[in-house]
Each structure stands twice: as structure tokens, then as C-alpha cells.
């Protein structure tokens, strides 16, 4: 079964950096847009970062210039950046195809403490 699995997520003060990580084992980074999903307390599941197959990025408003998607490090994986954190990040952030989700992974928690 087609699955991604998130990791990298932590509590942080605000003003700091995680760098999230989603792992792949089905080629599906590499096969579709995907992105990057986060859901804080309370609220629903919204995206924040999006990247094609062309590598061509996207960005939710609120997280523009502080977050970077990228392709890699390692092969079928997929990088979040998150600089300059705020309160309003916390949440927990799931990666996956951009439409037509596939079964949501784990997710990892991002808490930050202001």
C-alpha cells in the first residue's frame, strides 16, 4: 500500500528551525505533485507547500519566506524547512500527494513555544 511517513518534528521556541522529513518507498515523490500538510488543534487538515514533479513550488500565505520544500536529500524523500517559527505553526504535518490523497501517514508534531 502506497504510504508516506513524516518524521523530524520536535518543540521549539519561536524564532527557531525544524526540518521536517517525509519518506517514500512507492516512488510517489517522484511521480506526482505532493506536499506538505499541517493540522493545528481544533482545526482542519490545510496545505502549506506544494511541489510538482518539475519541481516548481507553491506556498500557503502564512508561511511564505519562512518555509522551503524541497526534493531530497536522500533518494525518495522529501525536505520542510521551517525557519523563523511561530505559535501559529504548531500543529502536526503530514505529507502526501497534492489531490487524490493516499492513506495519511503518522504525521509528525511541530510545537512551538512562545
Known amino acids: 500500500q502506497e504510504r508516506l511517513v513524516e518524521s523530524g518534528g520536535g518543540s521549539v521556541q519561536a524564532g527557531g528551525s525544524l526540518r521536517l522529513s517525509c519518506a517514500d518507498s512507492?516512488?510517489?515523490?517522484?511521480?506526482?505533485?505532493v506536499g506538505w500538510f499541517r493540522q493545528a488543534p481544533g482545526k482542519e487538515r490545510e496545505g502549506v507547500a506544494f511541489?510538482?514533479?518539475?519541481?516548481?513550488?507553491t506556498y500557503e500565505d502564512s508561511v511564505k519566506g519562512r518555509f522551503t520544500i524541497s526534493k531530497g536529500p536522500a533518494k525518495n524523500t522529501m525536505t520542510l524547512q521551517i525557519d523563523n517559527l511561530k505559535p501559529e505553526d504548531t500543529g502536526v504535518y503530514y505529507c502526501?500527494?497534492?489531490?487524490?490523497?493516499?492513506?495519511w501517514g503518522p504525521g509528525t508534531q511541530v510545537t512551538v513555544i512562545s
Open positions: 502526501n500527494r497534492c489531490e487524490d490523497y493516499i492513506p
Open positions: 512507492e516512488d510517489i515523490l517522484y511521480k506526482y505533485c
Open positions: 511541489i510538482t514533479t518539475f519541481g516548481y513550488t
